[in-house]
């Protein structure tokens, strides 16, 4: 019998929706009271060489058009392929801070189009769970306007958009997971994280062969 790979899980949603708070609050979970090697991840990986030139883009300091800098995300994610595969073999459970789910979002609130976009991302490590942060109707994260390039109010609303498109229409999204992350009293910090422990314990569970799939194949 040989040990049982980790798990692949993608946090997904719009900025400061509270994935990485969540992200560390079940890495601390599964390391500590469950006993799982896990490590945590996100993309942009701005890291590595391509993710400085995606880095200096978001900070507005270098200029790209959109297919380049969507093939830029692209290839980031691409780089790290090898290494995830190594560490999910090994039985690290991997949770990662955006995917090819945000790639193709934000790129088509841009215009490009979504067959393109998802192109460049098949063929990567395909998730065992995705878990995407949607916000209520109250919510407020999207009353702010950042630092960075797309964080604005107006992009973010676009980009949600786009989120819910595909998400409601494309059977290649339907093994997204809603998590309600509405930030007031009754959906507070830990119900969420309740809610998300239990996605991850049956995904654990679940977790049959220690083959990986490739994802947008079928
Ligand atoms: N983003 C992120 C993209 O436009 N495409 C992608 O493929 C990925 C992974 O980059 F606005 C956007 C989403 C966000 C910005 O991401 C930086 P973080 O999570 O805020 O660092
Ligand atoms: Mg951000």
């Not at 798990?7 to 949603?13: H, P, S, V």
């Not at 978001?58 to 780089?79: G, M, P, V, Y």
């Not at 979504?114 to 949607?134: A, E, M, N, R």
């Amino acid at each position: 019998m040989g040990s049982k790979r980790g798990a692949l899980i993608i946090f997904e949603g719009l900025d400061r929706i509270g994935k990485t708070t969540q992200s560390k609050l079940l890495c601390d979970y599964l390391s500590q009271d469950c006993n799982i090697r896990c490590e945590r991840l996100a993309f942009p990986d701005r890291t590595t060489q391509i993710g400085g030139l995606i880095d200096a883009y978001l900070q507005r300091k270098i200029e790209c058009n959109d297919r380049t800098i969507h093939l830029l995300f692209s290839a980031n994610r691409w780089e790290c392929m090898d290494s995830m595969r190594a560490k999910l073999l090994r039985g690290d459970t991997l949770i990662v801070d955006r995917y090819a789910y945000s790639g193709v979002a934000f790129s088509q609130a841009k215009g490009l189009d979504k067959t393109w976009c998802q192109s460049c991302d098949v063929g990567l490590i395909k998730p065992d769970l995705v878990l995407y942060f949607h916000r209520g109707k109250q919510a407020n994260c999207l009353s702010y306007t950042g630092e960075e390039r797309y964080e604005t109010k107006h992009f973010q609303e676009e980009v949600e958009t786009c989120f819910e498109q595909f998400r409601s229409s494309s059977h290649q999204w339907k093994d997204i997971n809603v998590i309600n992350a509405d930030n007031n009293q009754m959906r507070n910090r830990e119900t969420i994280q309740e809610e998300i422990r239990s996605y991850v314990k049956d995904t654990l569970k679940n977790l049959k062969s220690n083959d990986l799939e490739e994802l947008w194949k079928d």
